[in-house]
């Protein structure tokens, strides 16, 4: 153990033992991009004015998003040597009545709390793994998301932080670590899903300098909103996945790269990166080791096309975010024209784990081809949208219990996995395993592990009216087929949904999707005809019935719907 | 629910008379960041609220650029704008989870209330609807950016009642 981890981690003890013998209760608030849109901060600043009003002496944190975003704002109580006992609905105006029958009694109250943390129930409070939402739950990356203080360090290296990265420059040559990381299977969390030791590996053996390593958060795609909360719940997970990476690649300098528009997690990463150089586990001699790195923080500009990874180096460098021809890959000529490894930010959080507990571990979860946990963003008609994480090849069926089933007990009429680059999965298919392999072989992805749920009221012609027409806003325009493409389909499609429809459309939507995947660039062209060749496949009837019958099955078009709006109020997508 | 209760306001403006020296602060602050414009851009949209013509030919003298290396850059990304936004800016979400939880009613309160179409803004520059491919809060759906600051589980009527309490009409 080197001198500096050492002394990291008495501080930790300390911090634990401190904390342990607290006299005061601790009161935990969830303060996360999604909290915040429903009142998060607002009850947090009621709980401070009644504290202060009352004169009680309690310890007030912010902790990250545990997922349930149903239930937010999300409040923990945890009374001096008690259980940490979970309420939710917190809004501003019920914090009063916590306040006065939890806080001043000292009790808790069953009929308003959610659940207790851990594996005891308390006082007909159920426990953590038997409430519905967390018992099938299996949190690796997401295991102190929403528990911890985002920013607190020794709390992080209490609970085994940063052991990995000191196993890993200590005991292991970098060799060691890649060779690891390549058995546990470990594959991008990103979308593509390409080998994450193999990437390594490729990296390690270019020898061009400097070398460079990025963490892509950009995270610009729809329904998808993993990376940010992680960033936002547990960013040293993600900085030490960075730097296990940098020091089996030998790398030199670090960007992490966060979407403009996630205004929280761009700051807890830039503090989280200054704790950590204050501690010595950033800069020179990391751990007091040879191993030195340093991290930047680099800010998207909310761009879609901009987390295409090669896209993602031009945005670095200060231009368009415009992918680039891929002759030579990235790990031999990437951002300024000089080797580059890029990685997911869930991709990176897995990292500390595998070291850690060895690959073995890692891969005992999944399926054949696809290892591990996955977070899934669950959103659309169900009774509990939030983010889970679950092991590899949990059925879709399972996904959706999990969420509370079905919202108002409507019918599941498909889903909508991969933000924008994915074909929708029908009833048909409920039991498919969410893994990479089993959802490729019924024509659909994994893509980052968004899944958005529609019932019976959505109409699958206006859903995908809206996926073309995002990718249409978001082409970069380099490839003629994808900037024409996407706006053709826009056409097709919001005549459709306005009643306009022609007979020739369908076959024209069948016609340009293969057209647009073999003549576009990048992922993101060729993706984007897909989600709606696919649900033609799938609900040719209901767009026949748009086009033919003038009529939406759904009821959900305005213009073909019974009470008709006003000539120009029409579905059509403003531009 | 909560839609913000202050309008959002700029520390800085470009009818100030020390605009330009600020911009260059700005630039000048992150001379040694590589490929700094990004975030040269995005301190602009801090500080002004959007990037006009002039600040980005100032931008380019201080960055070794020229002011249509800078333009380009600014409109490629979703973030950043170039000319001055109205006073308060509803950004609807059109993303599935909002489709699907309520984005049209929305949209009709806006439209009916304030008698333009999304993607439109009043004549006197008051307020302006507009629409993002996803906020990202999507359990949290219909969801919207109002003056810069999201706002989950949004009801008809207390969008009513917000755009009703500034065009200062009796609810």
């Known amino acids: 153990m080197t001198a500096q981890y050492e002394a990291l981690v008495a501080r930790a003890k300390d911090f634990e033992e401190a904390e342990s013998s607290r006299n005061r209760v601790r009161i935990s608030v969830g303060i996360s991009g999604c909290s915040e849109s429903v009142g998060a901060e607002e009850t947090l600043a009621k709980i401070q004015d009644e504290l202060r009003t009352r004169q009680i002496d309690a310890l007030v944190e912010v902790v990250g998003c545990r997922g349930m975003c149903w239930a937010e704002p999300v409040v923990d109580v945890q009374h001096p040597g008690g259980p940490r006992v979970v309420y939710g609905n917190v809004t501003p105006d019920r914090v009063r009545e916590l306040i006065q029958s939890v806080i001043v009694k000292g009790t808790h109250r069953p009929d308003l709390a959610e659940f207790v943390v851990g594996s005891n129930g308390y006082v007909g409070i159920p426990a953590e793994t038997e409430h519905p939402f967390f018992k099938d739950q299996t949190r690796a990356i997401m295991a102190y998301c929403g528990l911890h203080d985002p920013l607190n360090l020794l709390q992080y290296v209490a609970a085994g932080g940063f052991s990995a990265l000191h196993k890993a420059l200590t005991t292991m040559t970098p060799e060691e670590v890649i060779a690891e990381v390549k058995t546990s299977s470990l594959t991008g969390r990103g979308g593509a899903a390409f080998p994450t030791g193999r990437k390594w590996e490729s990296a390690r053996a270019s020898t061009a300098r400097p070398k460079y390593l990025i963490d892509n958060g950009e995270e610009g795609e729809p329904t998808i909103y993993k990376d940010r909360r992680l960033y936002e719940g547990d960013p040293f997970r993600i900085i030490e996945g960075v730097l296990i990476n940098a020091y089996a690649i030998v790398a030199d300098k670090g960007y992490i790269y966060v979407g403009g528009e996630h205004h929280l997690a761009i700051p807890r990463v830039m503090r989280a990166l200054e704790i950590c150089r204050e501690a010595g586990l950033l800069g020179k001699n990391i751990l007091g080791t040879d191993f030195s790195f340093e991290i930047q923080v680099r800010v998207g500009g909310g761009s879609y096309a901009a987390g295409e990874s090669s896209a993602m180096m031009s945005s670095i460098e200060g231009r368009r975010g415009m992918p680039r021809p891929k002759l030579v890959r990235s790990t031999e000529r990437g951002v300024w024209a000089k080797p580059t490894c890029m990685n997911n930010v869930e991709t990176h959080a897995n990292v500390p784990g595998i070291i850690t507990n060895g690959a073995a571990w890692f891969s005992r979860l999944g399926t054949d081809k696809s290892k591990g946990t996955k977070i899934f963003a669950v959103s659309g008609a169900v009774n509990r949208p939030g983010m889970i994480e679950v092991p590899m090849g949990t059925p879709l069926r399972k996904l959706i219990e999990i969420c509370g089933g079905m919202k108002d007990g409507r019918p599941f009429k498909a889903c909508q996995p991969a933000g924008v680059s994915s074909a929708p999965i029908a009833a048909a298919n409920l039991d498919v395993p969410m893994a990479l392999e089993t959802l490729e072989n019924i024509g659909a992805l994994l893509g980052s592990g968004s899944v958005v749920i529609l019932d019976d009221s959505a109409c699958m012609v206006d859903i995908n009216n809206y996926l073309v027409n995002f990718n249409e806003l978001e082409s970069c325009s380099r490839c003629v087929t994808c900037r024409v493409g996407t706006m053709r389909l826009t056409d097709i499609l919001t005549r459709m949904c306005n009643g306009q429809g022609r007979s020739g459309d369908l076959q024209a939507l069948a016609w340009l999707g293969p057209l647009m995947e073999s003549t576009t660039l990048c992922g993101l062209g060729q993706a984007a005809p897909v989600p709606a060749v696919g649900a033609l496949n799938i609900f040719r009837e209901e767009f026949e019935a748009h086009i033919h019958d003038k009529r939406c099955p759904a009821g959900f078009c305005e213009a073909l719907a019974e009470k008709r709006v006003p000539v120009g109020a029409g579905y059509g997508e403003p531009r | ?171």
């Open chain 2, 1 to 171: 629910m909560t839609l913000p209760s202050h309008d959002h306001h700029k520390p800085y403006s470009y009818e100030q008379s020390d605009w330009e020296a600020h911009v260059r602060e700005i630039c000048r602050g992150l001379e040694q960041t590589d490929g700094a414009v990004i975030l040269v851009l995005h301190r602009l949209m801090e500080d002004f609220g959007y990037i006009s013509e002039r600040a980005t030919i100032v931008a380019a003298e201080e960055l070794h650029l020229t002011a249509p290396q800078i333009f380009a850059v600014a409109t490629f990304y979703h973030e950043f704008r170039v000319e001055k936004p109205a006073e308060n800016v509803l950004m609807l979400c059109r993303g599935p989870a909002c489709r699907v939880g309520g984005m049209v009613g929305l949209r009709h309160v806006m439209e009916a209330s304030l008698g333009i179409d999304v993607g439109e803004r009043t004549e006197d520059d008051k307020f302006a609807i507009e629409s993002s491919g996803c906020l990202g809060i999507c359990p949290h759906a219909p969801a919207m950016m109002v003056n810069h600051r999201l706002a989950g589980r949004v009801s008809d009527a207390a969008l009513e009642q917000w755009i009703a309490e500034r065009l200062g009409t009796p609810v």
